[in-house]
């Protein structure tokens, strides 16, 4: 494995950009690829075996990218499919879950943790399964999101109907004093600002996607493939479908317009 190998991220369309902005700032020098399904989004909405037969086809594609390891940057494939991709792929893969899970139990003070997802993550019950087998006697409440999903694709951040639903989703999740909430989707943290407001400064939240990023910046320093170049990465994107509303969306995930991007026929993951 050479350390100059790109990282690999795929996602069922957009949100898994949220990672991508975490891994640039904390490893600038990484060449990333990245993969997102836009003709089969979303992946919530699927069975578990399409989910798992989909991010084999993703990851698989990144593996002809010749990537170093893979990061699975969404949540419904991290909690459906990554024990099979890490059965099926001799390569380091991270998922979302295991990530999120430990930063929520190193800030919580009063055990009590939220987990806000789409209904696919929320209904398998991936991070309250993950939380409970590291620490039984934590408190979780879960919650499903699902119009974070498009509020945050239409960037719509300081809209008030946003405001709105949220404090809708989210006051059961306040009325059972939470400390601390995992935002379960990497669509979330575009809302993070209105989320906070609505739980209030005393509640921390945990991005996923920024925890994952730490895991694998250690990993890579530790195995000795961390990128030690002086220049910033290279940055490949590919789609399955609609790169040009993707490529509207991803100003406002990257805060940065994207410049590489190419669009792969779905026959090609076959």
């Known amino acids: ?83 099979d991709l890490r059965k099926s792929f001799d390569i ?44 039984k006697k934590l408190k979780v409440f879960e919650k499903a999101c699902p119009l974070f999903v498009p509020l945050a694709e239409e960037g719509m951040i300081d809209h008030p109907a946003t405001k709105l639903i949220a404090e809708e989703y989210l006051s059961e999740l306040k009325k059972k004093k939470v400390d601390t909430l995992i935002l379960g989707c990497t669509h979330y943290p575009i809302l993070s600002k209105v989320i906070q407001e609505v739980m209030g400064n005393d509640v921390v939240l945990i991005d996923s996607g920024k925890a994952a990023s730490s895991i694998v910046e250690n990993y890579l320093q530790g195995r000795g493939l961390r990128n030690e170049s002086h220049q910033i990465g290279k940055r490949e994107y590919y789609v399955s479908d609609l790169p040009q509303k993707f490529k509207t969306i991803a100003n406002t995930f990257l805060g940065k317009p994207i410049n590489d991007l190419r669009k792969i026929d779905l026959e090609d993951l076959f």
Not at 11 to 16: K, L, P, Q, R
Not at 34 to 54: C, H, L, Q
Not at 63 to 75: D, R, S, T, Y
């Open 92 to 135: 380091p893969i991270v998922g979302m879950i295991e990530p999120g899970v430990k930063a929520a139990i190193n800030k919580t003070k009063n055990g009590k943790i939220g987990v806000i997802g789409t209904h696919a993550t929320i209904n398998n019950k991936a991070y309250s399964k993950e939380l409970l087998k590291q620490n």
């Open 1 to 83: 494995m050479n350390r100059t190998n790109p990282i690999g991220i795929f996602d069922s369309g957009i949100g898994g950009l949220t990672v991508v902005k975490e891994l640039e700032q904390i490893l600038p020098n990484e060449n990333l690829v990245y993969f997102g399904d836009t003709a089969r989004v979303p992946y919530g909405s699927k069975s578990n075996e399409a989910v798992i037969e989909y991010s084999k086809q993703d990851a698989k594609f990144l593996l002809n990218k010749n990537v170093k390891m893979i990061v699975v940057a969404c949540n419904t494939a991290s909690s459906v499919a990554l024990n």
